[in-house]
């Protein structure tokens, strides 16, 4: 009896560990869900990459959620490359190069709607990237400003210089007492010393 109760609970452990196997594979190699990813390039025959490989400049591509590298290049046009997001509700995104060539701009003029479509566009991207840096650096509204003994303005980033939504903050000082009028005016106004990335010159 015991014998027999216990081969079924080994037959019982086997089909268990058996299902629980089959199951995980099954998981394991399904794959990252995928999404719908919509390209519009401009120039519409520019060469463009996704994580290395060319994929067709305009159209619908199904791609796995997650972190991608678009890579957009032409004769006659700055080459650009940009790490994009793919959600589960996918993604549209708009490869626009822009001319730095006699060959481009002769493009450019034989295309005038494109070419006005990617200057709005870039437009566009300009505002976004002025609006993303007045939230993350709040000292912007109120430059430039002159204090007693010191002048700030808005400079490149010192620490991170390749970053489009980077920058420190210079202040020029005129004064001996400039640079602690000035760190006076930063602590004021409630901003975190370390986070402006100060540049201090003379």
């Known amino acids: 009896m015991l014998e027999r109760n216990r081969g079924a609970v080994l037959i019982g452990a086997a089909v268990i560990l058996i299902v629980l196997v089959l199951v995980g594979g099954r998981l394991m190699f399904r794959g990252a869900p995928e999404a719908k990813l919509v390209l519009t390039s401009i120039p519409n025959d520019l060469t463009l990459t996704l994580d290395g490989h060319q994929v067709p400049a305009n159209g619908e591509l199904k ?13 006659g046009f700055q080459s650009y490359t940009q790490t994009v997001t793919v959600e589960d509700d996918g993604l549209t995104y708009k490869m626009y190069l ?11 003029e034989k295309h005038p709607e494109e070419t006005l479509e990617a200057e709005a566009e870039a437009g566009r991207k300009y505002d976004e990237i002025n609006q993303r840096l007045r939230e993350k650096y709040p000292v912007l509204a109120v430059l430039p400003y002159i204090g007693p003994g010191f002048k700030a303005t808005q400079a490149p980033s010192k620490s991170d210089p390749k970053n489009p939504e980077a ?11 400039g640079k602690t009028k000035a760190m006076e005016w930063i602590n004021g106004n409630g901003w975190d010393p370390t986070a402006l990335d100060i540049i201090w010159t003379k």
């Open 63 to 75: 791609v796995r959620v997650g972190e991608h590298t678009l890579t957009g290049e032409r004769k």
């Open 98 to 108: 822009y001319a730095n060539s006699a060959e481009g701009r002769e493009w450019a």
């Open 167 to 177: 920058i420190s903050l210079e202040i020029k000082l005129f004064l001996p007492e």
